[in-house]
């Protein structure tokens, strides 16, 4: 809460912050594998919300902050962490995306190990749980769902 309420560096330059957030959550997206109907569905808004916020257009497309807090937490992005990558401005910095999908791969290898050598059905819930990764990213990350799927 105090990092939204302070004055922030970036607030000078708004515009050129949502387009990126946007990109960010668009590519963050499109890396899990979920389709803008997927989305609109589960957050119960339309396709055009998502992609305003994806193109930055948002104050045309109905957008507000809710939507932004439940799409970041919904692909597993803290609202901290959105604006620390978008705000470094260049796309390359994103690599660090492919690394923590590697990272909660092993995390779940690891759990599912845990689960099944303490008797415990190996669901997305119950990964989920072990692992502290939301249910949705679980679900929605193809090699950790087909993990789950095949342990």
Same mark, same amino acid.
């Given at each position: *809460? =105090?990092? $939204? /309420? ?7 330059? =708004?515009?050129?912050? @949502? ?5 960010? /959550? *668009?590519?963050?997206r ?6 803008? %109907? &997927? /989305? ?8 055009? =919300? ?9 104050l !045309?497309?109905? #957008?507000?902050?809710?939507?932004y =807090? ?8 803290? $609202? ?6 978008? /705000? !470094? ?11 923590? %999908?590697?990272?909660?791969?092993? %995390?779940? &290898?690891?759990?599912?190990?845990? $689960? ?5 059905d190996?669901? #997305?819930?119950?990964? +989920? @749980?072990?692992?502290?990764? +939301? ?8 090699? #950790?769902? %087909? ?5």
């Amino acid at each position: *809460m =105090v990092f $939204l /309420l302070s004055p922030q560096e970036w607030e000078s330059d =708004v515009e050129h912050t @949502i387009i990126t957030i946007g990109r960010y /959550l *668009m590519f963050h997206r499109q890396l899990q594998g979920i389709t803008v %109907k &997927q /989305l609109a569905n589960h957050l119960h808004i339309s396709q055009s =919300v998502i992609e305003g916020i994806e193109r930055g257009r948002v104050l !045309s497309r109905g #957008c507000s902050f809710n939507n932004y =807090v439940n799409y970041a937490d919904y692909i597993g992005i803290s $609202l901290r962490q959105l604006f620390k990558i978008a /705000l !470094s401005s260049n796309p390359n910095d994103w690599d660090y995306i492919a690394y923590r %999908k590697q990272e909660r791969f092993e %995390k779940v &290898q690891k759990a599912i190990i845990e $689960l099944h050598d303490r008797g415990i059905d190996i669901t #997305c819930n119950t990964v +989920s @749980i072990a692992t502290d990764i +939301s249910y949705h990213t679980l679900k929605w990350d193809k090699d #950790c769902y %087909k993990l789950i799927q095949n342990s």
